[in-house]
């Protein structure tokens, strides 16, 4: 029985002892608890001042929230080069337009011709049959340097039947006929949109102007009628077909 007491009183002694510190920790895990309660209420506050949003909004609703969520933070000061910034896109684009590529798909052929109302207008022999589309933006310089390109092109086979050999290497022939429909957009939807294509006032020049520059490099030309409604007959050969895209600049 004494050990018994003895026992039991070592136990209410460390109780004693142990129960300051116990209350103590006990007293922060409160005090923690209840910080994170306060944290939770204040990140949750603002949130709860916007309407519930339904499953499906419109743009109109989303952007009345946006609205309300910037001014509740604040609006965003603009920063001085935001302007410069989109000048800067802008000047990009209207360069890109600027340097559009002159497109030409460049078909190898034995023999081709082009009729308007059943009457032959343009024909050729060994050479090349070029269709030349011409979009908004093209220029002078970029029709000059196509043309340059189509004489050169070593798509003509040499003695061992590579291709290294060009129209100007085999004294061949070219077909020009001016095709709007190479500057298809058909991104959107199973019509083709031609709004990018040259007006006629604006690519007929360029089309003289490319049909002058192939001459220029003795090369014998002959056209189609520019606007009309044409068959075109020819015999690829091959087939060689090569879609050429060349702008002013190199």
Same mark, same amino acid.
């Given at each position: 029985m004494?050990v +018994?007491?003895?026992? /039991?009183?070592? &136990?209410?002694?460390?109780?004693k ?6 209350g103590?920790?006990? =007293?922060?895990? /409160? ?7 306060v $944290?939770q209420?204040?990140?949750l506050?603002?949130v709860?001042a916007l ?7 419109g743009p =109109?609703e989303v952007? $009345?929230?946006a609205?309300?969520v910037?001014?509740d933070?604040g609006?965003? @000061?603009?920063?001085?080069?935001d302007d410069?910034a989109? %000048?800067?896109?802008? *000047?990009t684009?209207?360069?890109?337009? $600027?340097n559009?590529a002159v497109?030409a798909?460049? /078909?190898?052929?034995?023999r081709?011709?082009v009729r308007v +109302?059943?009457?032959?207008v343009? %024909? ?11 979009? =908004?933006g093209d @220029?002078?310089d %970029? ?8 004489a ?5 086979? +040499?003695?061992?039947g ?6 100007? *290497? ?8 001016? /095709?709007?429909?190479?500057?298809? *957009? @058909?991104?959107k939807g199973?019509r083709p ?10 690519? $007929?020049?360029?089309v003289e102007?490319?049909?002058e ?6 090369v014998? &030309?002959?056209?189609g009628r520019f606007?009309?409604?044409?068959? &075109?007959e020819l015999v690829?050969?091959g087939?060689? @077909? ?5 702008s002013a600049?190199p």
């Open positions: 004494g +018994d007491a003895g026992g /039991q009183l070592a &136990v209410d002694r460390r109780e002892l142990l129960h300051p510190l116990g103590g920790l006990r =007293e922060r895990e /409160q005090h923690r608890r209840l910080g994170l309660v $944290e209420h204040e990140l506050e603002p709860g309407p519930g949003e339904p499953a499906r909004v =109109e952007v $009345e929230v609205e309300r910037r001014m933070r609006a965003p @000061t603009a920063e001085p080069g410069v989109v %000048a800067k896109l802008d *000047d684009h209207a360069a890109s337009v $600027e559009r497109r798909v460049v /078909q190898r052929v034995s081709a011709a +109302d059943g009457e032959v343009g %024909a050729c022999g060994v050479g090349l049959l070029v269709l030349l589309g011409v979009a =908004e @220029t002078g %970029a029709a000059i340097r196509c043309a340059a390109k189509v050169r092109l070593r798509i003509f086979p +040499d003695d061992e590579r291709f290294d050999r060009s129209l100007l *290497d085999i004294g061949g022939e070219a077909l020009v006929v001016s /095709q709007f429909t190479l500057i298809a *957009d @058909t991104h199973n949109s031609f709004v990018e294509a040259a007006r006629p006032e604006r690519a $007929e020049p360029l102007r490319f049909v520059a192939l001459r220029g490099e003795a014998p &030309v002959e056209t606007g009309a409604m044409m068959e &075109v690829n050969d087939p060689v @077909t090569i879609v050429l895209d060349v600049e």
